[in-house]
């Protein structure tokens, strides 16, 4: 089994939260990446948009990416644009395993109305202005999240059937 498994997808397909469950069926440690940056930057996402611009952001996920690649038995949930800026897709898959949690917009909408505050790309959107961004923004990513070696049906309960295809890799 790969010793670094990485769960990418759009904001709201569940990374965070599946990536816990994983984590702790297959006896290993769980990193958020979102978290991982606020901890050493002692900011939150939001304020690092705000005051440090996304530029910024964008370098630290790198940073981040780079940090964390030597780390054992992990499971990393990374921020969902992460793998859709500069070689950063091309740095996870030769790191270890990449899992695409996959979700319509239509799903992914359903799930980001009620947890869009913290995310500076959506929030303070309308619902109609929400899908749209949605609808825009994967379609651009779609094709860096498909580059993933693994991707599965993100809905549902998830994380049995990706704990089973990872134990067959
Ligand atoms: C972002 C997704 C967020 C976070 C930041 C930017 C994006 O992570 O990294 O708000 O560009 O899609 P989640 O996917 O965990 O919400």
Redesign the pocket.
């Known amino acids: 089994m790969h010793s670094r498994i990485y769960l990418i ?5 569940g ?2 939260t599946q990536g816990k469950k994983i984590a702790r069926m297959i006896g290993y440690d769980f990193v ?3 978290k991982w ?1 606020e901890e050493k930057d002692g900011l939150t ?2 304020d690092i ?1 705000e005051q440090k611009g996304e530029a910024y ?1 964008r370098k630290r ?1 790198t940073e981040t990416i780079l940090e964390l690649n030597s780390r054992e038995k992990v499971v990393i ?6 793998p ?1 800026f500069g070689e950063n897709m091309k740095l996870l898959n030769e790191s270890g395993l990449t899992v695409y949690l996959k979700l319509s917009p239509a799903a992914l909408q359903s799930r980001l109305v009620n947890s869009y505050i ?4 959506v929030s303070g959107k309308s619902e109609t202005e929400l899908r749209k961004t949605i609808e825009e ?1 994967l379609e651009i ?1 779609e094709s860096f999240y498909m580059q993933a070696a693994m991707v599965i049906d993100g809905l549902g309960e998830v994380n049995e059937r990706i704990v089973n295809a990872i134990q067959r890799r």
């Open positions: 997808g759009f904001m709201g397909s990374k965070t958020d990446m979102d940056i996402i939001s948009f952001f996920e949930s990374t921020g969902g644009g992460a859709c913290e995310r500076p790309l923004m990513r």
